[in-house]
């Protein structure tokens, strides 16, 4: 028999990656994403920001160095948005330390049609003259195509960075993370700025051509594309009570000494987080009895109040926590559960994918709604519905009749995602409504740069309670949030000026709180799953919080919605 020589293979010289659409390219060993993708898509519908290889989320300037399958993410992906958006921030920062020497600009919270809200807090807003010069430099940066690089650097020499800055809000958050033996930190560089920014970035500034500054009440508006729209810039609107909450809840983190992530965990370390929970649940209590003596003073003409927001927002506590306070005002509540006037399933509105679209509003039956709310007010017998989501049917619910000796002072509260739509009460006179919006609007930040989403924590709220009240997985609950979210931009947020009055849920110290339950369930969804690029973030940003154990909740928080054990799921008005 001939003998077979065996040699040491070679390396290769080349990998291989296979797109979604099957396509596959061939380049050196040691190509980035980025140089892939360009050869893939050289006229993308949207700017390609990063990418999934083998179902994990990388940079562009990721290296490949074996065969791999790769989905490109672009501007009208959740991840792209967050990339680019915090890759624009970055670069205004950059851009500040040229023209703006010495200002600390703090990023504070978004707004709806695409921006964030930033302030100068050292000295004086802004002027015109300043702004421009600004939005100039950021755009010389763009044109000019400057490299954003990623390095580690010793935690050490981040802090004394910090120090030297004057950015105690990022001393303070780093620190607790020294104490914790990370010893290194992941480090942006772009021209002579450098910092810490919370996720991935683009490659250079040339992917930053979508933006603009525009003066906004005492601070300024850092603007970019919404997804729906990757390459536009949408109308500037003026959303009057949403700047007022905004403001109400950064005087109030002001007033309990949390204005940023590292100041909740040093008030934790100190164990004095006794006092901010009790303290930031009274001025819950203390908006609710003011909504509720508004909706007093307008008794002889407001029957109904309609309670709305988005998913887990905490809109039915809220709506016993005014109930009570009506209560104590001498009102009658009765509560009215929208849920139960949705159609026949087989009558339901199908979405554009040929799904059930349980969030539109023809999914409800308005004119029973009507006929219902009418008869109530009348003081008649009504048979209220009663839907079975297990068979998809209306089925006949209870009798009820508003009491001729309550019915004087008898309020109806409805919960439910229509209650701002002026299409769902159509046959009573304006007057006799009163609209509340609900709706968690954090303004809590890991510090001046890194910005914690209202959305992540709505998300990591319904996450505990399906998994508490549903038996959902996080993986489940994940999935669905997609298809969530498109419904609340299309059934909710264009409705939400509407409002008489708006009631933020956020608490400063919950996710503390939720961390600990979020974590084991974040951390069983499957690591090659479509979910687990989801998980893994917000695994990644609960890190930054300091644990609370749920029994320093009172009983009847809001927070409660979520984690249980609230002494109002027993509670009643009629």
Not at 155 to 172: H, M, T
Not at 491 to 517: G, R, T
Request: with cysteine.
């Amino acid at each position: 028999m001939a003998e077979i020589e065996v040699r040491p293979a070679r390396p290769r010289a080349t990998v291989h990656i296979t797109l979604p659409d099957n396509r596959t390219f061939e380049g050196p060993v040691g190509a980035t994403v980025e140089t892939f993708l360009k050869a893939a898509f050289p006229n993308p519908k949207a700017p390609l920001i990063a990418a999934l290889v083998n179902g994990q989320l990388r940079e562009l300037t990721y290296a490949l160095r074996r065969d791999c399958d790769v989905e490109p993410i672009d501007l009208s992906h959740s991840d792209g948005v967050r990339i680019y958006r915090r890759s624009l921030s970055f670069l205004m920062m950059a851009a500040a330390r040229r023209v703006l020497p010495g200002a600390e600009i703090f990023v504070d919270h978004s707004l709806p049609f695409g921006g964030y809200f930033c302030e100068v807090r050292n000295r004086d807003s802004l002027t015109p003259d300043e702004l421009d010069a600004l939005s100039a430099e950021m755009q010389r940066m763009v044109t000019a195509d400057i490299p954003i690089a990623r390095t580690s650097i010793p935690l050490e020499e981040a802090l004394s960075i910090f120090q030297s800055r004057n950015e105690l809000d990022k001393v303070q958050l780093f620190q607790e993370r020294e104490r914790n033996k990370k010893t290194h930190l992941q480090w942006y560089i772009l021209d002579e700025y450098q910092d810490y920014f919370h996720g991935y970035m683009v490659p250079s500034t040339g992917y930053l051509q979508y933006f603009r500054l525009l003066p906004w009440e005492d601070g300024f508006i850092l603007q970019f594309p919404r997804r729906h729209q990757p390459k536009e810039l949408q109308p500037a609107q003026r959303d009057p009570q949403l700047l007022t909450v905004f403001r109400d809840y950064g005087r109030w983190l002001r007033l309990l000494g949390a204005d940023s992530v590292g100041e909740l965990n040093a008030i934790i370390s100190r164990k004095k987080l006794r006092t901010t929970i009790l303290v930031s649940e009274a001025l819950h209590e203390q908006r609710i009895a003011d909504i509720a003596r508004q909706i007093w003073e307008r008794r002889k003409h407001v029957r109904v109040v309609l309670v709305a927001g988005p998913s887990s927002s905490g809109k039915t506590t809220f709506a016993k926590r005014l109930g009570v306070q009506l209560l104590a005002h001498g009102l009658r509540p009765f509560a009215l559960e929208l849920d139960n006037y949705f159609v026949d399933r087989e009558n339901t509105p199908r979405d554009e994918n040929g799904e059930y679209d349980f969030e539109a509003l023809e999914a409800m039956d308005t004119d029973l709604f009507n006929t219902n709310l009418q008869a109530l007010l009348r003081g008649d017998v009504v048979q209220l519905p009663h839907f079975n989501f297990f068979t998809g049917q209306r089925e006949p619910g209870r009798t009820v009749q508003l009491q001729p000796d309550h019915d004087a002072g008898c309020v109806i509260i409805v919960e439910g995602i229509h209650g701002l739509n002026p299409k769902l009460v159509y046959a009573l006179p304006r007057e006799m409504l009163y609209h509340v919006y609900v709706s968690a609007l954090t303004q809590l930040n890991l510090d001046r740069h890194n910005r914690v989403p209202t959305t992540d924590s709505r998300l990591i709220r319904r996450i505990i309670r399906d998994a508490r009240t549903r038996g959902y997985s996080a993986a489940e609950t994940i999935a669905r949030w997609e298809s969530v979210r498109r419904g609340e931009k299309r059934h909710i947020f264009p409705y939400q000026e509407n409002a008489d009055v708006m009631f933020n849920s956020a608490l400063v110290y919950e996710l503390s709180v939720l961390k600990p339950l979020a974590e084991p369930l974040l951390l069983q969804v499957e690591r090659d799953s479509r979910q687990w690029v989801e998980a893994k973030r917000l695994l990644t940003f609960l890190q930054w919080f300091l644990p609370v154990e749920t029994a320093q909740v009172p009983e009847n928080s809001l927070l409660r919605e979520f984690i249980g054990g609230s002494s109002l799921e027993e509670f009643h008005w009629d």
